[in-house]
């Protein structure tokens, strides 16, 4: 399972589309970009198989480093969707390329091996905002995650 989840990944990158609209106000200023929070719309994988019930977390980092830097809450048991899932702050997304995962949290001390992962994408925050201050991220053309961002 591991190797298909892992082929999955590879082929994720070319799976996903994001709307691209830039950060600028109306005075034609950057902005900076803050994520608030994910709706998780989808758990099917970029293998196609479905997780129901799954203890869901997103992680969030910057994809120069190696490590997940943010986290949310867990929501437990998640038999419907979509389900908003909350960073314990509001993140400031830097100008470059940032990876998030869904996993399914089996109630280890994070970072653990345990946990399984649905799926993970690859996006710009910073160029990926459509014109209601969201990011939407897509696994294997289906809408997967909704990223809250506020532009100021």
Known sequence: MSISRTMGGLLLAGLFS???????DD?????????QSVEVLNTVSSTGDPFSDADLRVDLKRASVSNYEYSTNVSQDNA??????????????????????LVDDNGSDFPSGDDEE?????????????SNDEIILKVNTLDALRINVQQR
């Open 18 to 24: 994001i709307s691209i609209i830039s950060c600028k």
């Open 80 to 101: 419907t969707l979509p389900v908003t899932l909350s960073f314990p702050n509001e993140i400031l997304a830097t100008q470059e390329n940032w990876i998030i995962r």
């Open 27 to 35: 005075d034609d200023e950057d902005l900076d970009v803050y994520i």
């Open 118 to 130: 649905i799926y993970t994408v690859t996006f710009n925050p910073t160029v990926n905002i459509n």
